[in-house]
């Protein structure tokens, strides 16, 4: 008896903490700032027209993540996750170095 009723709490709160998991994810992950150690790695700017392209010369007007191949945000969104940047979201206007075209 005893033992069943502590295998229902440990059940009960490993459903819970999934559940928190699960709501963690549904919820829009944070916007990348240029700041963060790696956006500026790479260049990174939410605004692409912004890039610096003495530094970066393959950067060519009109690349955007909305049209880069790691962008995964859904068309018409402002901002959507990124591979490179998992947990964030990044602009649909922005670029980084990371560029890849969309196939
Ligand atoms: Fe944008 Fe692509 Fe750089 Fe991600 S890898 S920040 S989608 S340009």
């Known amino acids: 008896m005893h033992t069943s009723r502590r295998h229902f709490i ?14 963690e994810s549904r919820a829009a992950a944070p ?8 956006a500026q790695t790479l260049g990174y700017k939410s605004d692409a027209t912004q890039t610096d392209a003495a530094k970066y010369p393959k ?3 009109g690349q955007a993540c909305a049209n ?9 969104d402002a901002e959507g996750p990124c591979s490179v940047f998992s947990g964030k979201q990044v602009s649909a206007k922005g670029w980084c170095s990371a560029y890849v075209k969309k196939a």
Do not use: R
């Open 10 to 23: 440990i059940l009960a709160a490993s459903v819970a903490s999934t559940a928190v998991l699960h709501n």
């Open 31 to 38: 916007e990348l700032s240029e700041s963060d150690p790696t």
């Open 59 to 61: 950067y060519q007007a």
């Open 68 to 76: 880069c191949q790691l962008y995964q945000g859904k068309p018409g």
